[in-house]
């Protein structure tokens, strides 16, 4: 009985929340018990003071070495967050700093020390007998001169109580003790200069780490507006990852957004698209959908098609006494090519089934023919179609295609957005290769996480046929109630679409540059 219970409790958006924060919490931890950055109880002390300047009711800051050391960084980060809209990520927040605090500590600790040399040369001094001493008193005063003022170390002081036979030496006075004094006070000072040189780098890295901190609450708060996530809804914790703050390319986003809102025809375009990867097909169709099966050889005709010469015309170009009779061909249209005829298959009316709102497969044309305006449409489609699976709740897997293929699973925001951000900045470029995209979007409707999913590609589409076993896999699944969807983004006048592509598609929606 206790544990249907728990596991209600489990499901409850509630309990969810809870264990996200519980996440964050869990880096304080690992900080507080398993840290090497000071003690114990200073790192507990250091977590309490940053809590409650985070949740804007500071405390004092604690009295220790540690704490002095790190007295104007922390200055400076506060002062950073001074105004800062940090309602609800106070934790993510203090995270960001703990870890700061955590890797400055230990690279300070770690880094080769610029006094080092210093060091050697007063562990030698402290090995060095009277006489010895008497033997290298020039340089080693002479080198104490240069560092330090003489109301900090006055070496001939030391030195006059040192050499046998000086008016000031105090014979009652062991010269070990005074050798101990003498080096004691030299290796202080020396501790000194290297806290005040660790100092300076973590205030150095202070100010670098502030001004990165404050970009990244700013951006994401950003991301919540964007894609319109109320900072006390279910979703607080959009977009963390381990209970930290992601970092993220606010401006690629924001661009998509601006060309996304000012452009009428591009909003149409994605409320369409998006109505239709989201809306059950309640109605059949009432006829026969015809597909292309690819194409059946009829005979010979003339023309200039170079993609449809035989081997006996394409000879001409080797030949070189016959390469000019090539070129006249061509330019007559009277070379010999391939007649072809398309062939069609039909799907019957009955065969897409009721559809729910899933999740859904992007397959993003980042080719070169896309550059410019056709792909600013792309990007703002992407943010468009990706807005509404935030707010749905819509898994969402993203394949990017040139020659090559890049893929990205953004069903998990928290992880992903990043990714998108870098996606959005981007330029693109390179060739054209959809079979690829297509081939990977169809081995996911195999799977049991997207067997439902849309595919939604976006492209000029100026691209080759698919082959026709990629043809017959994707009336397969068109038979078996998978939605195509073609968004075709050119620019006007230029090269149109391949119709034998874009036919594949359940539907075609176009929007012209």
């Known amino acids: 009985m206790l544990v249907c219970i728990f596991q209600c409790f489990l499901s409850t958006a509630k309990f969810r929340i809870i264990i996200k924060k519980m996440d964050a919490l869990q880096y304080h931890y690992q900080f507080i018990n398993f840290s090497t950055a000071a003690s114990r109880n200073e790192r507990e002390a250091i977590t309490r003071y940053l809590y409650s300047v985070c949740n804007g009711k500071p405390a004092p800051l604690p009295h220790g070495n540690f704490f002095d050391?790190?007295?104007?960084a922390l200055d400076t980060i506060v002062f950073a967050l001074n105004g800062l809209p940090l309602r609800g990520i106070e934790t993510l927040a203090v995270n960001e700093i703990i870890e700061f605090i955590e890797k400055t500590e230990t690279e300070t600790d770690s880094a080769e020390n610029p006094f080092a040399s210093e060091f050697a040369l007063i562990e030698e001094c402290s090995a060095l007998?009277?006489?010895?001493?008497?033997e290298y008193a020039d340089d080693i005063i002479?080198?104490?001169q240069s560092e330090y003022m003489k109301h900090e170390l006055d070496g001939e002081f030391y030195l006059e109580r040192l050499i046998p036979g000086s008016e000031h030496q105090d014979e009652a006075v062991q010269d070990e003790a005074i050798m101990e004094a003498f080096t004691g006070r030299w290796k202080f000072l020396a501790m000194q200069k290297t806290l005040r040189w660790k100092k300076e780098t973590i205030n150095k890295q202070a100010l670098e780490f502030s001004a990165s901190l404050k970009q990244k609450i700013l951006d994401n708060r950003n991301l919540e507006r964007i894609f319109g996530i109320s900072?006390?809804?279910g979703q607080k914790l959009f977009n963390r990852v381990k209970g930290k703050l992601q970092k993220v390319n606010i401006n690629a986003l924001e661009q998509s957004e601006h060309f996304y809102?000012?452009?009428?025809?591009?909003?149409?375009?994605?409320?369409?698209?998006?109505?239709?990867?989201?809306?059950?097909?309640?109605?059949?169709?009432?006829?026969?959908?015809?597909l292309p099966m690819g194409e059946e050889f009829t005979g010979f005709t003339t023309g200039n098609r170079l993609d449809r010469l035989p081997a006996s015309e394409a000879v001409l170009m080797i030949d070189g006494d016959l390469e000019p009779l090539f070129y006249k061909k061509f330019a007559y249209?009277?070379?010999?090519?391939?007649?072809?005829?398309?062939?069609?298959?039909?799907?019957?009316?009955?065969?897409?089934?009721?559809?729910?709102?899933?999740?859904?497969?992007?397959?993003?044309?980042?080719?070169?023919?896309?550059k410019g305006a056709p792909e600013c449409a792309a990007k703002a489609l992407v943010f468009a179609l990706l807005k509404m699976a935030v707010k749905d709740g819509r898994k969402c897997y993203l394949i990017m295609f040139a020659l090559d293929t890049e893929e990205l699973e953004i069903s998990d925001f928290e992880r992903g957005l990043g990714a998108l951000c870098d996606f959005l900045g981007n330029s693109f470029y390179g060739g054209t290769d959809a079979s690829a995209a297509l081939d990977k979007a169809l081995s996911l409707l195999e799977g049991s996480e997207w067997n439902d999913a849309d595919v939604v590609a976006v492209s000029d589409f100026i691209m080759p046929c698919f082959s026709s076993a990629l043809t017959e896999r994707i009336i397969r699944r068109r038979e078996s109630g998978t939605r195509f969807f073609a968004c075709v983004t050119g620019n006007s006048g230029g090269t149109p679409p391949n119709p034998a592509v874009t036919a594949l598609f359940d539907r075609e929606l176009v929007y012209r540059c």
């Open 69 to 72: 050391k790190w007295h104007k």
């Open 231 to 233: 900072q006390d809804g």
């Open 142 to 144: 002479s080198y104490i």
């Open 333 to 370: 249209k009277e070379l010999l090519n391939y007649e072809t005829k398309p062939v069609y298959k039909e799907i019957p009316p009955d065969s897409p089934a009721d559809r729910t709102r899933g999740p859904f497969i992007l397959c993003i044309d980042t080719s070169g023919s896309m």
């Open 261 to 290: 809102k000012k452009d009428m025809a591009l909003r149409s375009l994605a409320e369409e698209l998006g109505r239709g990867v989201k809306e059950s097909e309640k109605e059949k169709p009432q006829r026969n959908m015809l």
């Open 129 to 134: 007998n009277t006489a010895q001493f008497a």
